[in-house]
């Protein structure tokens, strides 16, 4: 790992792995001089459909919309990042600097939801993105798919890294009158030398939890995530986290134990190598011990906590500090029964 690309200032990735889906790959060659951050670009998505099904049984929720493709936020450890390989990109710089958005998602849902094939259920915002990565607030994509759950509402599950989630109070308070709205502040790291290189583009974990507080004392219930937790990196600020987070009133709290599926093994090693080169074995060495000996473990159960003892010894210490921070375990229920049409003088139940 001696050439191993440097880092980009305001990147989580350096380079750009190999798409696993091609036959041509393209090495990185070391250069004496770093090349510049390359720049954000935008593409207009042209999906015709907007809501994506699972069947795990390790998410709370069968659809989900994701009103973008990529994530500017670029955190290195993100799952999510192998997706674009589906789209003839690679899951380095490009996930995080290619950024496809769905101008006509709102217009897409309020179709799906007028069919009458739609199944009122909660709706997860979003699976493989992050609704409020900073280009939201220019776009605002996420906000307009609030408004159309809002119109017929149908419940729905916040998930970000990004305090602009206020933006959208309004929306979110309407919703939480007919308890169809929870919000999830997925909080990584509370120190800031830590925060910029992990997830470079996120709001800080402090701007975070006040965002959770605003939420909370606005009626809409929002807990945390402290997702991903990375043993030998972030482990021992999670009792930190789960307090604060307790202080502001956090409804629910929640962890998942770090994974590197595909791509992100290379991208995830490259990076230790280059912000934390004495850490990195200690690091890998751990993940191996919660994933059977692997970086991932993509198995329904397993997938998101991991097994082993180390697994289980994360699972212990964020336990005792949830307990000891007065932090409920699950999400609250939401509800379907003031699903509506709109237009239509009857609800659907």
Same mark, same amino acid.
Request: charged content about 25%.
């Given at each position: ?12 990735a ?18 004496? %001089? ?12 042209? /999906?015709?459909?907007?809501? /994506? ?18 994530? =500017? ?22 996930? =995080? ?14 179709? %799906?939801? /007028? $069919? ?6 909660? $709706? ?10 900073? @280009? ?10 609030? %408004? ?9 599950? $916040? ?9 959208? $109070?309004?929306?979110?308070? =309407? ?5 169809? @709205? ?48 990375v ?37 995830f ?26 970086l ?10 991991g ?25 609250? =229920?939401? /509800?379907?029964?003031h ?6 003088t009857?609800?659907?139940?």
């Amino acid at each position: 790992m001696a050439d191993s690309p440097a880092a980009l200032h305001g990147r989580g990735a350096a380079f750009n792995p190999e798409n696993r889906f091609t036959r041509i790959g393209v090495e990185w060659q070391p250069q004496e %001089e770093d090349a510049p951050a390359p720049a954000t670009q935008f593409f207009e998505d042209d /999906s015709q459909s907007i809501i /994506s099904r699972n069947d795990s049984p390790d998410i709370p929720y069968e659809a989900s919309v994701n009103p973008y493709r990529g994530c =500017e936020h670029g955190c290195i450890y993100c799952y999510a990042r192998p997706y674009h390989e589906y789209l003839g990109l690679s899951a380095g710089l490009d996930f =995080e600097t290619k950024i496809f958005v769905k101008l006509r998602a709102a217009d897409l849902l309020r179709r %799906e939801f /007028s $069919l009458p094939s739609w199944k009122p259920q909660k $709706l997860g915002l979003s699976g493989v993105t992050d609704p409020y990565q900073p @280009v939201e607030r220019k776009l605002e994509i996420t906000r307009r798919v609030l %408004e159309v759950c809002a119109e017929f509402r149908n419940p729905v599950m $916040l998930v970000t890294k990004n305090a602009l989630v206020l933006r959208d $109070l309004d929306i979110l308070a =309407e919703l939480a009158r007919f308890d169809c @709205v929870s919000v999830a502040l997925s909080v990584t790291t509370l120190n800031d030398e830590l925060r910029p290189l992990l997830e470079p583009r996120t709001s800080t974990g402090l701007r975070r939890l006040e965002a959770l507080a605003r939420l909370n004392q606005a009626g809409v219930p929002a807990g945390v995530l402290v997702a991903p937790i990375v043993p030998g990196l972030n482990d021992t600020e999670v009792p930190e986290i789960l307090s604060r987070a307790g202080a502001a009133g956090a409804r629910f709290a929640g962890f998942t134990l770090l994974r590197l599926p595909h791509a992100v093994a290379p991208l995830f090693t490259q990076w230790l190598q280059c912000h934390f080169p004495a850490r990195r074995e200690k690091v890998l060495k751990r993940i191996r011990e919660a994933r059977g000996g692997e970086l991932n473990d993509a198995r329904f159960g397993k997938r998101m906590k991991g097994e082993g003892f180390t697994a289980r010894a994360v699972e212990r210490m964020f336990e005792l500090a949830r307990r000891r921070a007065g932090i409920g375990q699950r999400r609250l =229920e939401l /509800s379907v029964a003031h699903f509506r049409i709109p237009g239509t003088t009857r609800l659907m139940f």
